[in-house]
């Protein structure tokens, strides 16, 4: 309580120093505030078996708030902080959701007619975010930032982006307010140290969106030990891709991408060798039919490939998922990737998807997806939680979306994951969750 009582404080002095300090006339000053909450529950998402009391009911509060402050007609300053507290309901425990950072922290910088320069901490997702959304994996929907140079070419339908990326393990550019010293409670925001360079090119015509990209990723300094299974040596990978979004016929869109992965990764500290190449590929495609109806139905269907690691060759095959730890698929399923490689990590899957989705009124969006999830190689050498074959199982994803107006909105979301024969445990793993988000805007001249 008196950490919310405090951080409330801070929203509101400061919302009301950047409504006094706003010079009358243009440019103006824009700042908000946000209120989410959710209430979480699931059980056997880890083993799959309904003997183990994993059970957990969870409530997380997330509050942020941010500034948009113009310098000049071509400078904007941006600065947003964070604070995500929860409550572990069952099993009944302490967490520490003290701390306040800084989610944004960036300057937009028009440098004429082509060019401009994002610059410091920033949201950046491009595409649907198969390889770029989320920059820190292990605090989980808290922030999805990245610290970037973002210098941007445009002309007509083309832009080329010329990216920087660093995301360390732990926050190392801006302090973060209310802290805890118990490194046992410290947030780690991935379990290394990461760091990109990229370029990223898109072109845009009607009923077509064409994307390319290329990066340079470096994955140095995990945090775990060398004696834990899901150590990972310092690694390099390079990514090279390609997008297509094109409208078929009206109604009717057609995505696919493709990223090919090459590179180095270091043996595990200890080991023989010098370690090993590594050669991989995603790729996904997707057909979304809009159908002309009052109550705007919408079928999907989709195709999801992940190269996996194949244990009889010394290449590592594996898709590193790069700067898209995030829940793309499933909400549920980024649980039971944790034995694998940390949660969160795309990797060794193939998926199927059938989605359909309707708006029965203005102010809700109705939408069911059926997924059947397969490996391309089994997880053998993983531990007692994995059997030797291949079926990952059948998910089903339940969700609504309810939009009241422009400041409140919600979602109820249930997920059901039956298991196969990839895991040795049989019994379902559920994830349900009910979120509510306020939201306000303002400007001031």
Known sequence: MALRRSLSILCLGAAALIAQDAA????????????RVRSESWDNLGDHRGATPDFRTQYRFRTRLWAVVPLSRDVTFSAGLVNENRKLARPDQAVNGREVAFETFY?????????????????????????????NALDGSRTAYVNALDLVWSAGAASVEFLAISDPFKDRFLPRLNASMNPRERQLLNERDEAALGVYATWRQPGRNLQAYAFHKTERHDVRAATDPLFQPDRRVEALGLRLAEDLV?????????TMQSGWEDSRPGAAGSGAPIRAWGAQGRLARAFDHSRKPMLTLGWVGLSGDDPTTATREGWDPLFSRWPRWSELYIYSQVPEGGVGYWSNLRLWEVTVQAQ????????????????YHPALARGPVFAPGLGRGRLLELRADLTLSERWQGHALYERLDPGTFYAGGDPGRFFRVEAVYTCRRRRR
């Not at 009206?250 to 493709?258: C, Q, R, W, Y």
């Not at 029965?360 to 997806?369: E, F, I």
């Open 24 to 35: 009358p006339g243009p440019p103006a000053v824009e700042f908000g505030f946000q209120e």
């Open 360 to 375: 029965p009124w203005q102010s809700l969006v109705l939408k069911a997806s059926v997924y059947w999830l397969r490996a």
């Open 107 to 135: 300057l937009d910088w028009r440098m004429g007619a082509a060019w401009s320069l994002r610059a410091g901490r920033q949201n950046l997702m491009r595409g649907d975010g198969f390889v770029l959304w989320d920059g």
């Open 250 to 258: 009206p109604g009717l869109v057609a995505t696919a991408e493709g």
